[in-house]
């Protein structure tokens, strides 16, 4: 699915390449003398060719690099549900009954399985931020209400983990946190 979306978002923007690229040469004026780069319209056309380029080699470098696919592959070892509102987040092994909706106190990984979190909402949009033990952000959806949104991490190395809220979501946001551990 993310695939075909994909294909079809670099076909769109092939197309409309092409459709500037007609426009462009079939809308050349006459009347502008010169040779070469002397020429101003030449000048336009290779530096836009060269931007094109430079562009579409950098676009097919890094769009298979983005998040969207890591570990798309793989089956995880666990799947951990979580659902935010303000101003907390519930992390369990099964799924979150949104009228009844309960948590685990603690969560435990084991370094370097695949875990998928499912990110939802029960309110208003929050963050899903992980902060490693050093305190760095390394992963990172949001929580929005209505869509379940999958993020896939493996987690090298052990310790305790912080979970932090990355979007204003009332008076108390920044006090809205967790965490998990990794053994
Ligand atoms: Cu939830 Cu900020």
Redesign the pocket.
């Known amino acids: 699915m993310q695939y075909s979306i994909l294909l079809l978002f670099l076909i769109l923007t092939a197309l409309s390449a092409l459709v500037f690229t007609f426009v462009f040469i079939s809308s050349k004026k006459v009347g502008i003398s010169g040779q070469g780069l002397s020429n101003p319209l030449q000048k336009r056309f290779w530096f836009l060719l060269i931007l094109f380029v430079v562009l579409g080699i950098f676009a097919s470098v890094t769009i298979p690099r983005s998040p969207y696919f890591l570990f798309a592959d793989e089956v995880p070892a666990r799947v951990v549900h979580v659902a935010?509102?303000?101003?907390a987040f519930l992390l369990s092994d099964k799924a979150i009954d949104p009228e009844n909706p309960e948590g685990k106190d603690s969560i435990e990984f084991l370094a370097n399985e695949l875990v998928e979190f499912r990110v939802t909402?029960l309110d208003?949009?929050?963050?899903f931020a992980i902060y490693n033990p050093s305190n760095r952000l390394i992963a990172q959806t949001q929580?929005m209400p209505g869509y379940v949104n999958r993020l896939r991490w493996k987690f090298k190395e052990p310790g305790k983990y912080t979970i932090l809220?990355?979007?204003?979501?009332?008076m108390a946001?920044?006090v809205?946190r967790s965490s998990f551990t990794v053994k």
């Open positions: 935010a509102r303000q101003f909402s208003v949009n929050h963050g929580a809220c990355l979007e204003f979501c009332g946001h920044q809205m």
